[in-house]
């Protein structure tokens, strides 16, 4: 009898727990709590978002204040997928006119590099960053500077330099 072909499990890729308000922020600062940390600055916009068709006013929504925050909370958005967050925080003059994730790409891990302006009282930066993903089990990493300047008094993303990958 002839010997069976063992045929390696391909096992699927676990299905990533949902972030919720109490889950370590994906942007990794300070050991943050999602809620406490990106998720601030996710909720304001969508707040926002909905208000502009509704009664006017209210406080403004928080905005990050310099423009590592800003890049953290585009990364967290990859993260947890809102793709509205990522369109509304690209400066209106290279926004894409829509975005599409890869939902089988996970972002495990964001380091930051270097950082150069994009203070409160900064009207530009850079923020050079990497960003660790798998997908399929697979891992990369993209590795980018990007610049952020203001749009309407708020930080933007405005468009990035790749660097080649390690
Ligand atoms: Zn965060």
Redesign the pocket.
Known sequence: MPRRRKTPVRRPAAAPAAVTADSP???G?DD?RYGD??GVFHAAAKASAASATGPAGGPPAPAPATAELLM??RY?AFAVGDTGYLLRSWHSRSRPERLELDPAQRWVRLEVLDATDGGPFHVGGTVAFRAHWTERGEPGVLAETSRFVREGGAWVYLDGVLEPAP
């Open positions: 922020c994906p942007c600062l943050r940390c990106c953290r909370s967290s």
